[in-house]
């Protein structure tokens, strides 16, 4: 087995991070928090906190203005991309959960970038197929059901522009994808992974941050 260079991340050092990276700003903080209050089962589907800047990162890194999310929740990561765009950008949402993205609504309302954020309340392999053939999506941020995540990046790929970005959560899926005994969406990550590797049009990198992210850059 090859030995790893990471730094374990221990509490104190996930602190640390956090300390160091850009502070979420009030609105960012205002869903983190009414998610925990609102639906304490459930919180755990946030991104976490620390992908929240770094996606504004990557949206601004490629000056992306076409953005689309596979999987919405309470709207935490769709504003942070969408508060990282221009003002003539654009972020289509994709979600099955009324209940959910109502709170992802009112907090991109609030925050001003309401207008901004086109959301779909369909089956997202639904959405996605209806959308234009052409390469015109700059990055689009995966992060619903697993099992669906191939699918997804087949309907992405052709419809991503050269130098644009999937950003896939959860491909370690709690370390549960390098487990011989892995099944269910762990599973459906490891095939996940495995296609990745092998799409020739597409260059990725897996990071080691918060479940695993995977930065796939179209050639
Ligand atoms: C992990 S959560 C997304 C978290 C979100 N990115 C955030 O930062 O708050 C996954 C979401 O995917 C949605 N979802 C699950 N299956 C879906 C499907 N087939 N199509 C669209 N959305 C789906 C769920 O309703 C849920 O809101």
Redesign the pocket.
């Known amino acids: 087995m090859t030995e790893s260079k990471s730094t374990p991340i221990t509490a104190e050092m996930y602190d640390y991070v956090l300390a160091h990276n850009p502070p979420l700003n009030a609105a960012q903080r205002d869903i983190v928090e009414l998610t925990r209050q609102q639906f304490p089962d459930a919180a755990g ?3 976490a906190e620390e992908q929240g800047p770094l996606l504004a990162f990557l949206v601004r890194l490629i000056g992306a203005r076409h953005v689309v ?9 769709a504003l942070s991309m969408a508060q990282a765009l221009p003002a003539d950008g654009t972020l289509i949402a ?4 009324e209940e ?1 993205t109502a709170y992802g609504r009112e907090a991109w309302e609030k925050a001003g970038v309401g207008d901004r954020v086109e959301l779909r309340i369909a ?3 639904e959405t996605l197929r209806a959308m234009p053939a052409e390469p015109h999506i700059d990055l689009a941020y995966l ?3 697993k099992g ?1 995540y191939i699918a997804y990046w087949e309907e992405l790929v052709p419809r991503l522009r050269p130098g644009g970005l999937i950003v896939a959560d959860n491909v370690l899926y709690h370390g549960e994808v390098a487990d011989p005994a892995a099944t269910g969406s762990a599973l459906a990550i490891r095939a996940f992974n495995d296609h990745v590797v092998e799409d020739s049009r597409m260059e990725a990198v897996i990071l080691t941050v918060a479940d695993g992210v995977t930065l796939a850059r179209k050639r």
Do not use: I, K, N
């Open positions: 589907m946030q991104s999310e596979v999987g919405t929740f309470t709207g935490f990561s994709c979600d099955v959960s959910w089956p997202a392999l992060d619903a059901d669906g």
